[in-house]
């Protein structure tokens, strides 16, 4: 199980931007965003059996019900790992 965030984020969002110290972080150039690229994990097609119940909901909250299964998946992972 993950460990909990240690920071004040009530306070942080009560912060004005000026008021947060980013001097350790450094600006992100033009440069920066020309050779940056975005890498999701890869993924495998796999067959998995559901309850047709099941799948039917998934299916009747729209487009993209793949993605919200291997969201919720993930989630349980992350929390038994």
């Given at each position: 199980m993950p460990k909990p965030s240690k920071t004040d984020f009530q306070r942080l969002a009560e912060m004005a931007?000026?008021?947060i110290d980013t001097t350790e972080i450094p600006e992100?150039?033009?440069a920066f965003f020309?050779?940056?690229e975005l890498r999701?994990?890869?993924?495998?097609?796999?067959?998995?059996?559901?309850d047709s119940d099941v799948l039917e909901w998934f299916k009747?909250?729209?487009s993209g019900y793949q993605t919200r299964i291997n969201q919720l998946l993930r989630?349980?992972?992350q929390a038994h790992s």
């Open positions: 931007d000026e008021e992100l150039d033009e020309r050779t940056a999701l994990p890869s993924k495998k097609a796999v067959t998995i059996r559901l009747a909250q729209g989630h349980y992972m």
